[in-house]
């Protein structure tokens, strides 16, 4: 069972060399990095945190950056993909300083063995997950699973899993955070791969991968006890490179769907929590002054008190257009006990809604989920190549304007 948030460290509020006061700069106001540790320490600030590029989740299509970056008149180099499959970017520093966002994010470079894709319509993952981007797609959609079909444990063995160990992971990491660190006052979350779910449905493939959980659960859960013999070894060394350098420590592994859980509570306490709980063990040893974050899709309500349970801090993407996530009742249940990120939506709203329709949003989820801290206000998942770049603007526009009287009333 985890305790009440710790307080950060002076270093880490910056506290020590500013000769700071509890709520930021003299006069009140925060740099980005004291912003957003006052909202996962569910502390008043000078305004609620923003985020655009903190995560690949909260990250944007680079047809919409495109855009975007043309919009604000950014003359942007070719775009870093940062997630293959999702065709998500880098964000730009001048656009993070323009839309004046506060989170920077660290992902580890792949394998040597993996290429990016790029100008290819179809690539195989270190997985060994076959991906196909179809005639007009914007994102790589799972084309084979490799332990798809009748299986047992000794196919899972055999399979070549990726190494662990591969140099090409690690090079340059702890110095590209330190720089981060150095170059500027956003706080820095730091992409882990610890997804059994995701992992496991992808080299499963979904058909497969449900009926195991309700007719087979010891057989998926071998093959998350093998994804997790290469996860942890890659979060352990990760975390002794950076954690001490880091402040969110973020998850990616998707739990539940438009209507509900994908699986049933009692299937998620008996085999995915208790793998859930080593990879979050594994970053509380790595990275003990972190706050850890989990990106699940969808309905998680179910969910969220085994979560806290486990060690998570920090839901992000908070899918307020799926069943029972009300963000009234969310802030009600669980605002004491976890950080929301994400909530402006993007299954209607970002891309469908007009410019003041994303406003009301922006101040409307301000008002519900920043009372008290506990909120970074950022787009529920990636923001999607069809979003209008007037209706992105906005979002942010907003952002500062809601979150200025937001801090005002408190």
Known sequence: ??????????????????????????????????????????????????????????????????????????????????????????????????????????????????????????????????????????????????????????????????????????????????????????????????????????????????????????LVAGLMDAILDVAIPIIDRTLALTGDLIDIAFVGDDLGHQGGSQISPSAYRKVIKPRHAKVFEAIRKGAPNAYIALHSCGSVVELIDDLIEIGVQVLNPVQVSAAGMDPRELKRRWGDRLTFWGGIDTQRVLPFGSPEGVRAEVRERVRVLGEGGGYICAAVHNIQAEVPVENIVALFEEGRKAEAVAAAAR
């Open 1 to 218: 069972m985890v305790g009440p948030l710790r307080p950060a460290p002076e270093w880490r509020r910056g506290a020590g060399e500013r000769g700071l006061g509890p709520a930021g700069r003299m006069g009140g106001e925060m740099n980005h990095r004291e912003r957003v540790l006052a909202a996962l320490e569910h502390r008043a600030s000078d305004r609620t945190p923003t985020d655009l590029g903190g995560s690949r989740t909260s990250s944007i299509h680079v047809q919409a950056y495109s855009k975007l970056a043309a919009k604000l008149g950014v003359a942007a180099p070719a775009p870093e993909i940062i997630d293959v499959m999702q065709q998500v970017v880098a964000v730009d520093p001048r656009i993070k300083d323009r839309l004046d966002v506060d989170i920077e994010t660290v992902n580890p470079d792949a394998p040597a063995s993996f290429g990016n894709g790029s100008g290819e319509r179809r690539y195989t993952d270190e997985w060994g997950v076959v991906r196909r981007m179809p005639e007009g797609g914007y994102w790589f959609d799972l084309e084979k699973s490799p332990l798809a079909g009748p299986i047992d444990a000794a196919d899972i063995a055999r399979h070549p899993w990726p190494d662990p160990s591969d140099p090409a992971r690690y090079d340059g990491l702890r110095e590209k955070v330190r720089g981060l660190r150095e170059s500027s006052d956003r706080a820095i979350c730091l992409g882990l791969r610890g997804s059994v779910v995701h992992i496991s449905q992808f080299m499963r493939g979904f058909e497969d991968w449900y009926y195991d959980m309700a007719l087979n659960p010891d």
